[in-house]
């Protein structure tokens, strides 16, 4: 029996909310380990649906849900989003939710920010979520950001308030921003406090003992792995490691807990935001994969860039990333193409390359390689069994199997969250 961490392989959008939220009836306990509330999954649970940023999906089968200190936490979303889903029949207490009291904060400077840079950097925008994930990490990293834990003794957080204040007005003041007093700080973190402070621990504690007393973990993580600050199409990425070695350093445990690694593949591609992305189509086959799979941002509401599967990418994500197994999610929206194409390998300057590159300007430039098979007629929406797949679509599988170097061991064939199929439960590995 292990422990089991999601991660996207793609730039994220991947279905990841809906696989854990199937894998969560098999876990104790549900653990969001970076990013923030750029994040956006959607459950779909019969006539319910679920929107979550910041909350582990697991919330909503009555786990425990963690959020670990790789987490940046933005207390106002957070709120907002425990009062929607109390809306909505579910129970978030501090016995349900557990935050890390050393995941650092984000504040309204850090919104403030993100958005002037974007709207300075003009053609060479990164597309941001606007949502301060970007200067909240480089706070956390700069040894300036004020963490949960910090709240407690707000004596001390005057002086801290000043140094962020110098950082964050002299950057905003440059950009012909408006700038921020320290009354207006102190007045957020006064009304979040009192709210905020009662879900705070020692998460790392907590889940050693959850560990010795023989709790299933699963750990959540948002985005993916082209999004990671290290392994993707940087700089137009998120500000935070999305690989599953971060399960471990951002919510507190051995790297032995992170388990098997399941990575999360749609049957195609999507992207948010600007930055490369060989495979994109700008034809009428992208803008049907987009229809079809309601591709707009959960977040942003922008719709979301489509394009072919990118086997030679996500080879890369399971060697980057560990991954031991795939879900294949969206396999539904293929259903009734004529032909379906997979990028194998790239061209790059008429030369052919077998791996991505780093560079941005390459990265632009590279142009894929494909192998085209026949679709299906029949549907594939809603099977619950592998043998209701048709004999093409098994085939698009087998081939993807092979060309990234991984089992399918999860497809999923609908938002709902019944329509899943277990090839091999990863709890179990
Ligand atoms: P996440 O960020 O990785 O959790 O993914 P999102 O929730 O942002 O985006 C995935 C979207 O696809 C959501 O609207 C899901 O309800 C939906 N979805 C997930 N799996 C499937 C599937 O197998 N088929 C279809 N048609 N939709 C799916
Ligand atoms: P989930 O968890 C898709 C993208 C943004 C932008 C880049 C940087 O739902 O898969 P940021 O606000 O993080 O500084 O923006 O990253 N991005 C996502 N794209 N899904 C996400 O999360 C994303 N989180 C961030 O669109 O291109
Ligand atoms: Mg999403």
């Not at 709210?195 to 560990?211: I, K």
């Not at 490691?241 to 992170?258: E, R």
């Not at 009734?336 to 300007?361: M, N, R």
């Amino acid at each position: 029996m292990s422990n089991v961490t999601v991660i996207g392989t793609q730039w994220g959008d991947e279905g990841k909310g809906k696989i854990v939220d199937w894998l969560a009836s098999r876990a104790d306990i549900v653990v969001r380990f970076q990013g923030g509330h750029n994040a956006g999954h959607t459950l779909v649970v019969g006539d319910q649906v679920y929107k979550l940023s910041l909350l582990p999906s697991g919330l909503v089968r009555g786990k425990i849900g963690v959020i670990g200190n790789g987490v940046v936490v933005d207390p106002k979303a957070l709120m907002t989003e425990i009062d929607r889903v109390t809306a909505q029949g579910l129970v978030v207490t501090p016995e349900t939710l557990w935050i890390a009291e050393n995941a650092p904060l984000i504040l309204p400077v850090h919104g403030a920010l993100d958005r002037a840079r974007e709207a300075a950097r003009g053609d060479h925008k990164i597309g941001t979520t606007g949502r301060g994930i970007g200067p909240a990490y480089e706070d956390k990293v700069a040894r300036r950001a004020i963490r949960i834990c910090d709240l407690a003794e707000p004596e001390t957080l005057d002086w801290k308030l000043d140094e962020l204040l110098l950082h964050h007005n002299t950057l905003l003041a440059g950009l012909g921003a408006e700038t921020f007093t320290k009354d207006q700080l102190k007045d957020f973190l006064a009304e979040i406090t009192p709210r905020l402070l009662p879900f705070s621990c020692q998460v790392w504690d907590r889940l050693d003992e959850g560990r010795r007393a023989g709790r299933r973990i699963l750990f959540e993580g948002a985005q993916a792995v082209m999004l990671d600050v290290d392994h993707g199409t940087y700089p137009f990425v998120t500000s935070s490691n999305t690989v599953a070695a971060v399960a471990a350093s951002g919510s507190g445990v051995s790297p032995s807990s992170v388990g098997f690694v399941l990575g999360i593949a749609k049957a195609y591609t999507t992207r948010v935001g600007e930055g490369p992305f060989p495979t994109e189509l700008h034809d009428q086959t992208g803008r049907t994969l987009g229809e079809r799979g309601h591709e707009f941002g959960t977040v942003t509401g922008r719709p979301r860039r489509c394009g072919w599967f990118d086997a030679v990418l996500i080879r890369r994500a399971v060697r980057v990333g560990g991954v031991s197994g795939i879900a294949l999610t969206k396999l539904d929206v293929l259903d009734g193409l004529d032909e379906i194409s997979i990028c194998v390998g790239y061209e790059l300057d008429g030369q052919k390359i077998e791996t991505f590159p780093s560079a941005p300007g390459a990265q632009a430039r590279v142009k894929p390689v494909y192998e085209t098979m026949p679709g299906w007629k029949e549907t594939t929406a809603g099977a619950r069994s592998w043998a209701e797949l048709p004999a093409q679509a098994i085939k698009y599988v087998r081939r993807i199997e092979e060309l990234i170097e991984a089992p399918v061991t999860l497809l999923s064939t609908s938002p709902e969250r019944d329509d899943t199929i277990l090839m091999r439960d990863p709890f179990e590995d």
